[in-house]
């Protein structure tokens, strides 16, 4: 059984840093994308960074360019994502999520993330 298990969230004030992990089992997500979406209240989930298994360089949503970065341990079989100079408006559940055939189908729980001003 396929299971994305994110962690690492929590209360920061603005301007601090969390990283976020999301430790994957059931599959071998080394050769898939992966990326990690952000759903605040009352709005849509939107992407906020992801990568391709190719190893190319992490694309990122313009709000968090330069602040956030994504990896990942293959040998752990486990994505980061470190994030810096947190905002208020980052306060979300932040998810995990694998993607197989262009279609995200694997997701994790989620992580809360609060950005106290």
């Known amino acids: 059984q396929v299971q994305l298990v994110e962690s690492g969230g929590g209360l920061v004030q603005a301007g601090g840093s969390l990283r976020l992990s999301c430790t994957t089992s059931?599959?071998?997500?080394?050769?898939?994308?992966m990326a990690w979406f952000r759903q605040a209240p009352g709005k849509d989930r939107e992407l906020v960074a992801g990568?391709?298994?190719?190893?190319?360089?992490?694309i990122y949503v313009d709000t968090v360019k330069g602040r956030f970065a994504i990896s990942r341990d293959s040998a752990k079989n486990t994505v980061y994502m470190q994030m810096d100079g947190l905002k208020p408006e980052g306060t979300a559940i932040y998810y995990c999520?694998?993607?197989?055939?262009?279609?995200?189908?694997?997701w994790g729980r989620g992580t809360q993330v609060t950005v106290s001003s």
């Open positions: 999520a694998g993607k197989v055939s262009g279609t995200y189908v694997y």
């Open positions: 059931g599959r071998t997500f080394n050769t898939y994308d």
């Open positions: 990568f391709n298994w190719s190893g190319s360089p992490g």
